[in-house]
């Protein structure tokens, strides 16, 4: 249905990025959209909670204060899409991050590609766990299992079936972790597992470094560094940041979840066709959004998933659903 409002993108990128979730303008767009997807009337009281929240985030991440006024118009109107929190505390459900994005125009002068900032919303393992839910995708999710160094921790398959035999050492006689595992009811019932052993999480390591490979301007010549959780913990994984990307590969081979079209996802989305409320202005500007932009080598790439370019302004605002495709090799590595 049509949110009867509209704003121009001329409009939005007059508005200072700490006055965004006070306009007037997209409050009222905020809650309408939030009512009418998922059917009540607390969108005012999400509203006022996801307002503090985004504002909080502005203030504590100066680059975010330098982003296009609309990627961030359509990352604070995407948590009303998704359903989600930005609140910090306990296990977050997202992050609102920035990355330098291809305009699509070149320099006149020298011919080179025009970059700009662009905020963009990325959904945590705990986030993609709440959305699975509420899809009605699992019945129940244990918490992840960190598993360490002297406990007993065997998986495999018995007549086929997935099982995993764990029994903790205690004490415990290492802070060495060696693997994990999760378990996961699904809607009919039945019980799936999944794990990762040490050989897993090394090559996901070796990926985030290949993965977040620069240019070093000094030294000429390309560098790359994997997420630092990787080997805080004594040069090995974090114990949370392995939790998360256990619910994370968990779900690999599940059906898609629906997000909004400013919003990073941890596997592979379709595109979204969302009345974001934004027409072009007179100058024909449509405010097109490109959701995998390519990166600058001087600049840390962030890894993001591809999605076609949609104008604004559709009509329908979509209910909740889940959306089923064909899962790829990329699926395999992609988010991290």
């Known amino acids: 249905m049509s949110t009867q409002l ?185 019980v799936d597992w999944n794990w990762m052993m040490e050989g897993d999480i090394d090559r996901l390591r070796i990926f985030s470094e290949r993965n977040n490979t620069r240019f070093d301007p000094k030294t000429q010549q390309m560098v790359g560094k994997a997420n630092s959780l990787y080997t805080s913990n004594n040069g090995g994984i974090d114990p949370g940041f392995l939790e998360s990307k256990l619910i994370k590969h968990a779900f690999d081979s599940y059906p898609k979840v629906r997000t909004g079209r400013f919003t990073v996802f941890e596997t592979q989305e379709e595109p979204q066709e969302i009345d974001y409320g934004i027409v072009p202005d007179e100058s024909g500007a449509d405010g097109t959004f490109q959701q995998q932009p390519e990166q600058r080598q001087d600049k840390e790439p962030i890894p993001v998933q591809a999605a076609e370019e949609v104008p604004f302004g559709e009509e329908n605002t979509p209910q909740a659903e889940t959306v089923k495709v064909n899962v790829t090799d990329e699926d395999e590595n992609v988010g991290f």
């Open 6 to 190: 509209e704003l121009k993108v001329s409009e939005i990128n007059e508005i200072k990025p700490a006055m965004i979730a006070g306009d007037a303008r997209v409050e009222k767009k905020f809650i309408t959209m939030y009512n009418s997807i998922w059917g009540n009337d607390m969108g005012m009281q999400v509203y006022e909670k996801e307002k503090f929240n985004f504002n909080k985030i502005i203030r504590e991440k100066p680059e975010l204060s330098t982003c296009t006024p609309i990627s961030l118009f359509g990352c604070f109107l995407d948590i009303a899409v998704n359903g989600l929190s930005l609140d910090p505390t306990g296990r977050p459900h997202c992050y609102l991050l920035s990355r330098n994005t291809k305009t699509g125009y070149k320099d006149p002068q020298t011919g080179k590609d025009i970059y700009e900032k662009r905020a963009y919303l990325s959904i945590t393992g705990y986030g993609e766990l709440v959305m699975r839910q509420r899809a009605g995708q699992v019945r129940y999710v244990d918490n992840p299992v960190v598993c360490y160094e002297g406990d007993t921790f065997s998986p495999g398959l018995v007549d086929g079936v997935k099982t995993v035999t764990y029994k903790a050492a205690c004490p415990r006689k290492s802070n060495k972790v060696i693997g994990g595992f999760i378990r996961i009811v699904r809607a009919d019932g039945t």
